[in-house]
């Protein structure tokens, strides 16, 4: 199918969440490629597969009016619109989505003052389980909008009428009509008849799928009854006012194609000043890197420069290691003893463990200038902070390990 319109059933009658779903009978027509029409009632979730899929709410769903709205942006006329309808809602605007005819369509726009505005109100949670019922069944629709629009706009002498399942839709204006239940007997209802006297029409052109049921009537409303031989006017929702607005979206953020392109080019700018700051940034940390490294070249050179002064006969590998190797070569040579040398933090760990209890040290190992302390029994945290600080006085650096031990160096060692 190239279209399908899925008539949903009065709120009325959907007293639940649990009355909602893929499994909910919805009436439909559907249209060929070939032009040809047919209709009938499924479930959401066994609908014609189509191209295009368009939801058509009951006429007593959707209140429509005009509003004398400012001149604004749509996104700030859409915040607007829920004070300037207020006092003619029943219920709270926020259980409501708004939806409008943006300036400039459907309608002349007013040279001076605000103009009016076209507006379709509907339940929000409504319309929220519709669409979850239809993207259950992976379906999802192009449009939504008040059954008013699929009959074409009334003319000079003729009123056209939409009767399915019970219920009757009348189009009195572009963007204004009547819906109301028929009965099983040959009686109008009365709002069809105040309909009819509203403007002063002569005959009654009968679209859907029960449009038999106008004939009966025509004596007991003295117009004749034409028959338009087809469910709906297929042109007629061109200028409908598409509930699909704000959060309710088609597409979401970028709507549709056209919104697409707009979006992206609206994005053009921003992204290509991005992609200019990505390159300076990323040229600009090559350079700093380039710095960097010319700078620990030199550096490296002065070390080189300054080992081979001090130690012309060796070989150097390391110049920072092999330099402390050799200072410590040199100072023991020359009877001076080093920082890390054994004898020396023998004596400050004795200073050290003064104030320690008599017997906590189980052994003492030197390895790599360090002293690796063993204790009979962990100091406790108090302790553990006091000889630390103790440490620090005497020019040392104390660290226990997880194990419970103690490693005890010079400081910087």
């Known amino acids: ?166 219920r009757l839709v009348a189009r009195t204006g572009p963007h204004d009509g009547v819906a109301c239940d028929i009965d099983d007997g040959d009686q109008p209802p009365a709002a069809l008849r105040l309909a009819l006297r509203s403007r002063g029409w002569q005959r009654i052109r009968a679209f859907g799928p029960q449009a038999q049921r106008l004939v009966g009537m025509a004596d007991a409303l003295g117009v004749p009854v034409d028959l338009a031989g087809r469910p709906l006017e297929a042109s007629a929702p061109d200028g409908a006012i598409n509930l699909l607005q704000g959060a309710f979206t088609r597409a979401g953020v970028f709507g549709d194609a056209a919104r697409l392109k707009l979006s992206l080019r609206s994005w053009r700018a921003p992204l290509i000043w991005s992609a200019v700051a990505v390159a300076v940034f990323i040229a600009g940390m090559n350079g700093y890197w380039l710095k960097l490294q010319s700078e620990a070249n030199g550096l490296r050179e002065r070390m080189t420069t300054a080992f081979r002064s001090a130690f012309p006969d060796a070989e150097m590998v390391d110049p ?44 003492v190992e030197y390895r790599d200038a360090a002293l690796q302390l063993k204790f009979k029994t962990p100091p406790d945290a108090p302790l553990q902070n006091q000889l630390r600080a103790q440490a620090a006085q005497q020019g040392l650096q104390l660290r226990f390990e997880a194990d419970g031990s103690a490693r005890l160096s010079a400081a910087g060692g």
């Open 320 to 363: 920072i290691v092999q330099s402390q190797r050799e200072l410590v070569r040199l100072r023991a040579r020359a009877g001076q003893s080093s920082a890390g040398d054994f004898t020396a933090l023998n004596a400050q760990v004795a200073q050290l463990l003064a104030a320690a209890p008599i017997g906590l040290v189980a052994s």
């Open 1 to 166: 199918m190239a279209r399908l319109w899925v008539f949903v059933p009065p709120h009325r009658l959907l007293t639940g969440t649990a009355r909602l779903s893929d499994s909910t009978v919805v009436g439909y027509v559907a249209l060929d490629a070939s032009g040809e029409m047919q209709w009938g009632d499924a479930s959401i979730a066994l609908l014609p597969r189509c191209q295009r899929l368009e939801i058509v709410f009951d006429g007593g769903d959707v209140y429509q009016t005009a509003v004398a709205a400012p001149r604004l942006t749509e996104a700030r006329l859409r915040l607007a619109l829920p004070n300037l309808l207020e006092d003619r809602l029943l219920a709270e605007p926020a259980q409501c989505h708004i939806g409008f005819l943006a300036p400039g369509r459907g309608g002349d726009v007013a040279a001076g003052g605000p103009s009016p505005l076209p507006v379709a109100v509907i339940d929000r949670g409504l319309l929220s389980r519709v669409l979850e019922a239809l993207a259950s069944a992976s379906e999802r629709p192009r449009a939504a909008y008040s059954a008013i629009y699929v009959l074409p706009p009334p003319g000079e002498d003729a009123l056209p009428v939409y009767v399915a399942r019970g």
